[in-house]
């Protein structure tokens, strides 16, 4: 408690520091691999909670394969989950980089697509290719994310 009851608290003044910048390629690299791990993680769940949900109906694993890639619901809530991982993946290259983050963010959702594309399958619908694309919006907007948090300076 100060003495004088109309005297300010004291506190240390200082400027603000700097932000940390970090090289673009290194924060594309590490907002994909974020993406990426976090989409599989993620994938690995719903499938196995559409597993629990259909009990004992699939008796091999193609048939379980086969009853995910007729659903209708999985496909959406897979679909979802996938873009809201590439939100994060564009956030936290936005976030790693600490500039360019709109260009970063962009460019970890291009990484993101082409993976992507190498991932899928020949008789994958041409439905899933196009919603593959909503990857590059979900990754700008992990970086806007980025940026409406940011304090300025």
């Known amino acids: 408690m100060p003495d004088n009851n109309y005297e300010p608290p004291r506190a240390p003044l200082r400027d603000p520091g700097t932000r940390v910048k970090r090289s673009n390629l290194l924060a594309i690299i590490v907002g994909a691999l974020v993406d990426f791990t976090s989409t599989q993680v993620a994938g690995v769940f719903v499938i196995l909670l559409f597993a629990v949900a259909a009990g004992g109906s699939a008796q091999r694993m193609q048939d379980l394969q086969n009853q995910l890639n007729d659903s209708t619901v999985y496909l959406v809530i897979a679909s979802a989950v996938g873009l809201l991982c590439s939100v994060l993946g564009g956030y936290v290259c936005a976030r790693f980089a600490n500039q360019n983050e709109y260009a ?30 909503l990857t590059i919006p979900a990754c700008l907007l992990g970086a806007h994310l980025k940026m409406r948090r940011q304090k300025p300076e």
């Not at 993976?115 to 008789?123: H, R, V, Y």
């Open 104 to 133: 970063n963010g962009l460019a970890c959702g291009v990484v993101g697509v082409i993976a992507g594309e190498l991932m899928f399958t020949a008789d994958t619908s041409i439905a899933m290719h196009f919603l593959g694309l």
